[in-house]
């Protein structure tokens, strides 16, 4: 009952995140659509293959797969940002822009977790 809500917010949290991360980007204009579409298939690729890898009991270390969703962000988010995110200016960010924008967002999506790692290490 509880896993749908928990996939909502993700694609909504994960969306919201990109979005911030146009701001950041010097202005950059995205969607709200386009922050949710790109979402939904990030969400749903990253559960593919989760599914598959525990469905066949395969193990991968975490650095592992820290680089590969790493990379899969970066790549799927430069191709799909190319054309629908722009600058101030209206222009296209292009795959740099895109690949800018979605550096950003990994690198937030870092700083959020290493928060709360520190947080719990120090509430402990």
């Known amino acids: 009952m509880l896993g749908p809500i928990i996939l909502v917010l993700m694609i909504m949290g994960y969306a919201g995140l990109i979005k911030l991360c146009a701001r950041l980007l010097k202005g950059s204009i995205v969607s709200w659509k386009d922050c949710f579409i790109f979402s939904a298939i990030f969400v749903a690729i990253s559960m593919a293959f989760r599914i598959y890898f525990m469905s066949n009991n395969v193990t991968i270390p ?58 719990n290490a120090i509430g402990r």
């Open 62 to 119: 975490i650095a592992v797969t820290l680089v590969n969703g790493f990379v899969l962000q970066l790549g799927l988010g430069a191709w799909f940002f190319r054309n629908r995110a722009t600058d101030n200016t209206g222009n296209a960010l292009g795959w740099r822009g895109g690949m800018k924008l979605m550096t950003i967002g990994s690198t937030v999506i870092v700083l959020l977790g290493f928060l709360y790692f520190a947080k």
